[in-house]
């Protein structure tokens, strides 16, 4: 039971530590560069590259919430 415990919270503290790396890496000035009139590929790229990080910051950032919740509960 005290492994599981300690299991649990290391997993609790390695999603809150990617949850803050991801929004750290999300950077709000990259889509700003599209508006220069400059359509490449290297900023169609950049453009689902944010909203891949944006989705995996709401997943990482939705477990976090919920390991607390089962932290508090229990």
Aim: hydrophobic share 50%; aromatic share 10%; charged share 10%.
């Amino acid at each position: 039971m005290y492994s599981r415990v300690i299991i649990m919270k290391l997993l609790w503290y390695l999603v809150g530590l990617t949850s803050i790396i991801f929004i750290l890496m999300s950077n709000p000035k990259s889509e700003g560069l599209g508006n220069l009139g400059v359509q490449t590929q290297l900023f169609n790229n950049t453009r689902q590259a944010q909203s891949t990080l944006e989705t995996m910051t709401q997943i990482s950032i939705l477990i976090f919430l919920l390991l607390t919740i089962i932290f508090a509960l229990s």
